[in-house]
């Protein structure tokens, strides 16, 4: 399988454009690419027997969307400071899917080369991980989308 990364670089270039989230105190990155809009929290309908990760169902402008609690499936607790929690509306392999981060914090573009592959030993096999990205004291984890996904209905990415 190759990684998504690859193709999720800008036309021409070696550069790719993150949008820095955080859980907790950890940061993660998702591809600008993917991302549709980052939105205030909406009213959440819950659904019965749904799978653990789901928080439920938004509408949004006519629509209705899965929302995906990111701490749940990262085995974080619940955010502490509500009044900065976001949704970002993410629409990729021919999906729209709200993820809920604690906060987001700022766009970054870096270069090809910034990314770098996880270690099989720290990333569970590299099921959720995509790479890491170091910025002066901090590390920004590059979460791949497509497999949290995946696990929760894998029929979605066939």
């Not at 928080?55 to 949004?60: A, D, K, N």
């Not at 502490?80 to 809920?100: A, G, L, P, S, W």
């Not at 720290?122 to 979460?143: F, H, P, R, T, V």
Request: aromatic share 6%.
């Amino acid at each position: 399988m190759t990684l998504e990364k690859d193709s999720l670089l800008e036309s021409g270039t070696s550069e790719l454009e993150i949008i820095e989230f955080q859980l907790q105190n950890n940061k993660f990155g998702i591809d600008v690419i993917k991302v549709k809009e980052i939105i205030q929290p909406l009213p959440v309908t819950f659904i019965p027997h749904a799978h653990p990760y789901m928080e439920g169902i938004v509408q949004l402008r006519g629509e209705v969307l899965p929302v995906i609690d990111l701490a749940k499936v990262l085995n974080f607790d619940t955010c502490e400071d509500r009044t900065k929690e976001k949704y970002i509306v993410t629409e990729f392999n021919q999906m729209k899917v709200v993820f809920h981060v604690h906060e987001v914090s700022q766009i970054h573009r870096i270069s090809k080369e910034e990314l770098e592959k996880p270690s099989d030993m720290y990333a569970s096999g590299g099921q959720q991980l995509i790479g890491i990205i170091k910025k002066e004291n901090d590390m920004i984890l590059m979460l791949d989308f497509e497999s949290i996904i995946s696990e929760m209905n894998p029929i979605s990415t066939n």
